[in-house]
């Protein structure tokens, strides 16, 4: 398996403009995260989803995110609108067994 | 969810073993202790876990105290490719699924 997969690997948006992250898991995965990483805040975990439904949200910062999961095989999460402050590292990560989860390169995205 | 307190950064030389302590006072019963690294540009990676004993793999010793209050990821021959920042993380209650990362221990290893 190649791994968790994210696209694009970087991301350079103007304030104001819809973005839109995604993420193949590993196959057999039932378990997705989303993942945010910057410097002040370190990573926080934004939501999780199990067999494609979203069973935590607390993290997601604001209404402007969302994230879906139509299938077992790919995720997606989006901005709208971003702003500057939103630039960070998102992750994704899958998980089947509850005590390892397998992250992907993550994302890095700088909205100017 | 329950805490952990990790020194912010630590060295070791090459070849050496490195100890990197982890303080989990507030653990329940059901929490597992999970480590994972950061190597630099990269995201996280899985390196070991543990409930009650200690736990050996290809990557790394697990050490867990008797009480739970603290544990100890041993690397047992440090390489630079070690250097990273390393998370010790607690299961999230009943759910283990959820990882909270806090800041880690930025480990140096020197050639």
């Known amino acids: 398996d190649a791994g968790v997969i994210q696209s694009p690997r970087h991301e350079v948006t103007e304030m104001g403009q819809e973005v839109t992250l995604r993420c193949k898991p590993i196959s057999g995965h039932d378990y997705l995260f989303w993942y945010r990483q910057t410097m002040m805040r370190g990573l926080e975990l934004l939501i999780y989803f199990n067999n494609n439904v979203p069973i935590d949200d607390s993290g997601m910062p604001e209404d402007r995110f969302s994230a879906k999961m139509p299938n077992a095989s790919f995720s997606t999460l989006k901005i709208q609108p971003s702003e500057p402050r939103d630039s960070a590292v998102y992750f994704c990560?899958?998980?089947?067994?509850?005590?390892?989860?397998?992250f992907g390169q993550g994302t890095r995205l700088t909205v100017v | 969810d329950a805490k952990t307190t990790q020194p912010n950064s630590m060295e070791s030389n090459e070849e050496e073993p490195v100890h990197l302590p982890c303080n989990h006072s507030t653990i329940s019963g059901t929490d597992y202790i999970h480590w994972y690294r950061q190597l630099p540009s990269q995201g996280p990676e899985y390196v070991i876990h543990?409930?009650?004993s200690n736990v050996n793999n290809r990557m790394a010793s697990l050490a867990i105290a008797e009480d739970r209050k603290s544990s100890t990821l041993i690397l047992h021959r440090a390489t630079l490719r070690d250097a990273a920042v390393y998370y010790c993380?607690?299961?999230?209650?009943?759910?283990?699924?959820?990882?909270?990362f806090g800041k880690g221990t930025l480990l140096t290893v020197n050639p």
């Open positions: 543990g409930l009650t």
């Open positions: 990560a899958s998980s089947f067994l509850p005590t390892e989860a397998f």
């Open positions: 993380i607690l299961g999230s209650g009943g759910s283990n699924y959820k990882l909270t």
